[in-house]
């Protein structure tokens, strides 16, 4: 789903529901009034867990607790219901969990298993319908160590809750926007961030994973010890072993100067031109962060409407950037303060609920293709009122500037898999799609999903023909369509397939755990 989403709309300070994680007590076996005993669920896969002595954490769907648990996926059509769930503490029961069900029945039977750390991934990619789930939700701790100027995060965390954590140290880290996004997705695809002009993605501020391989070993992937894996998870998803634990290097907490602002899209031209300078800006102002978005929500105004987001993370409210031809601009409305990321996080959050169809993509900085992309934006909107109750969806078009220093950033701190290194073109993010009310009916999600990509085929011929299209496609936001890891570049989709075949060389990762993006499907 569009994870952005969360970030802009949220950002706006739309209503703020958080899905709380649930208290131990709710976790509890099957018991007689089920009507089967405990330990003989009947089904094979939850019975090797609860062999293992992993039975008070799991939910099955006759748990009063197994519905709040799946309602906690952010968008209603990833809300699977596999056979049951299983919730582990620490690195230890992950290890005993994945290695319960890998061997149960020897893998016989047609089903699988799903990860997931906070629930906000593209359907399929962190949920199961036939097997079991390895929900990480409980696994939320961060902590600092000011000895090593490092932050240990566990993946079932949400940003808004690392940053909490940290802020009462002094500290922050390169992580999420939206403080409802989980750890674990968004540091194994890359992470875009505030302190990306300075720090990279947030991946590359990962100094250390601990990971349990598919055979119940943990092992640790640094620069030092294991430093092919290491390089391999910086970007490389789902691919080698679950991750228990992030080490990531903490820097100052300082207050941000954070912008919001609405416009009329009569003023697109302007907007675009400055989008288009703030992305060549060089490095001397990288602590400047920029979203815009163009969307249609017929609840709060019948036209397309621009939100931007203007973000300084050193605290500097008059920051000399491309951004002052916005605030030029007569706003519809205007907020800026001064706030913690801490405080960013918490409000950022969007109620759940939707369903969500997106894809993205990735194209020179030029002022023409932004403004054709809004244009397809535009027809897109026509389109779905043409299907859809305009009240029942709302639309979103991203624009992220991706300067070429960022690629660069990565490359010295010891290299990820993205392959931004190697595109020497200052670039756009885009991100678009649709959020349907899910009381319009699966057919109109199913409208939303297929005008969704229409319009990014029509956004992409477009690109082909003015030669803007650069390739890379930003894995957070892709669709199950598309395909993220082959755009890494020959070198390290080879590097990902190696260290898939030398740390997972059953492939349990490719075939027990399809979810995800996985390199055995890259051509």
């Not at 205007?334 to 405080?343: E, F, G, K, P, V």
């Amino acid at each position: 789903m569009l994870k952005t989403w969360v970030v802009a709309a949220t950002l706006s300070r739309l209503a703020m529901v958080s899905a709380e994680i649930l208290p131990l007590s709710t976790l509890m076996v099957r018991n007689s009034s089920s009507g089967t005993a405990v330990g003989s669920s009947g089904v094979l896969p939850c019975d090797a867990l609860e062999a293992a002595g992993l039975g008070d954490r799991l939910l099955f769907p006759t748990d009063p607790g197994y519905e709040p648990q799946v309602a906690t996926w952010f968008s209603t059509n990833t809300r699977m219901r596999p056979y049951c769930l299983v919730l582990p503490q620490n690195t230890e029961e992950v290890s005993a969990a994945l290695t319960a069900l890998v061997n149960a029945n020897n893998g016989a039977g047609d089903w699988h298993i799903a990860l997931k750390s906070g629930g906000h991934g593209v359907a399929g990619s962190n949920n199961i319908a036939n097997g079991v789930t390895i929900d990480l939700s409980h696994m939320n701790a961060s902590s600092y160590d000011p000895q090593t100027n490092t932050a240990k995060i566990q993946p079932g965390g949400r940003w808004k809750n690392v940053y909490a954590d940290l802020d009462k140290q002094g500290v922050t880290v390169t992580g999420g926007r939206d403080g409802d996004v989980g750890v674990g997705g968004f540091l194994l695809g890359g992470g875009n961030s505030f302190f990306s002009g300075r720090m990279g993605f947030g991946c590359d501020s990962v100094v250390n994973f601990e990971v349990v391989l598919a055979n119940g070993t943990i092992v640790n992937a640094s620069n030092t010890t294991n430093p092919d894996l290491w390089k391999a998870l910086k970007g490389g998803s789902s691919n080698f072993g679950i991750v228990t634990q992030f080490e990531m290097e903490a820097i100052p907490a300082r207050d941000l100067a954070y912008d919001l602002r609405f416009l009329s899209s009569n003023y697109s031209d302007t907007v675009v031109d400055a989008v288009v300078e703030f992305t060549n800006q060089n490095q001397s102002l990288a602590d400047n962060h920029l979203i815009t978005y163009y969307a249609f929500n017929a609840t709060r105004s019948p036209e397309i409407f621009i939100g931007c987001i203007n973000v300084n993370t050193q605290g500097d409210l008059n920051a000399p950037t491309a951004f002052n031809k916005v605030k030029a601009l007569p706003a519809l409305s205007n907020a800026t303060i001064l706030q913690s990321m801490a405080d960013a996080a918490e409000g950022s959050q969007l109620p759940s609920g939707i369903s969500g169809a997106s894809s993205t993509l990735f194209f020179r900085n030029d002022p023409q293709i932004l403004r054709n992309c809004v244009e397809i934006h535009a027809d897109f909107v026509e389109a779905l009122k043409r299907s859809i109750d305009p009240a029942m969806f709302t639309t979103m078009l991203f624009f992220q500037p991706i300067p070429t220093y960022l690629g660069q950033i990565g490359k010295q701190r010891g290299g990820n898999m993205l392959g931004l290194d190697n595109i020497h073109s200052n670039a756009i993010l885009w991100t678009a799609g649709a959020a349907v009310d899910p009381a319009a009916g699966e057919a109109a999600f199913a409208v939303a999903q297929a005008e969704t990509y229409v319009m990014t085929a029509k956004t992409e011929a477009m690109l082909q023909s003015l030669n803007g299209d650069l390739g890379f496609r930003y894995l957070n936001y892709a669709d199950a369509s598309q395909d993220p890891l082959g755009s890494y570049g020959a070198a390290n989709i080879q590097h990902i397939r190696n260290m898939a075949a030398q740390y997972d060389p059953t492939g349990v990762f490719q075939n027990r755990i399809p979810g995800g993006f996985k390199i055995s499907r890259v051509a």
